[in-house]
Nanobody, 131 residues
Framework: QLPLVESGGGLVQTGGSLTLSCGAS????????IGWFRQAPGKAREAVSC????????NYRDSVKGRFTVSRDNRLNTASLQMTSLNPEDTAIYFC????????????????????????WGRGTQVTVSP
């Protein structure tokens, strides 16, 4: 099991920014595609963004395009989700998830809408945006 840990959540006002980080102590994160998901109170978990192992492919849900930026630093063994122009609708628990590649040819692959592709999940970090 890959020990994913998210950090960086918190309380911000509308229009504010936060950067979430995802790490895996003692493991090599660089061999996994990374997805970011969120779950608001009373709602189903939804995909937010993902990034391929190569970093060349990033995908976003429409509501965060232009506001969120996903990135990774395989040398530092971390992935990040930079969130700007936050609004109350972004309030949720944010999870990072990791997917193994079936072959090296998938290094540019990032499946945003396929939760089942992601084998490993962190416990999440709370993001709260006040009006």
């Amino acid at each position: 099991q890959l020990p994913l840990v998210e950090s960086g959540g918190g309380l911000v006002q509308t229009g504010g920014s936060l950067t979430l980080s995802c790490g895996a102590s003692g493991s090599t994160l660089g061999i996994y595609a990374i997805g970011w998901f969120r779950q608001a109170p009373g709602k189903a978990r939804e995909a937010v963004s993902c990034i391929s192992t190569s970093g060349n492919t990033q995908n976003y849900r429409d509501s965060v395009k232009g506001r969120f930026t996903v990135s990774r630093d395989n040398r530092l063994n971390t992935a990040s989700l930079q969130m700007t122009s936050l609004n109350p609708e972004d309030t949720a628990i944010y999870f990072c998830a990791a997917a193994s590649l079936a072959s090296p040819s998938e290094q540019n692959m990032c499946r945003l809408w396929d939760e089942s592709w992601y084998e490993h999940w962190g416990r999440g970090t709370q993001v709260t945006v006040s009006p």
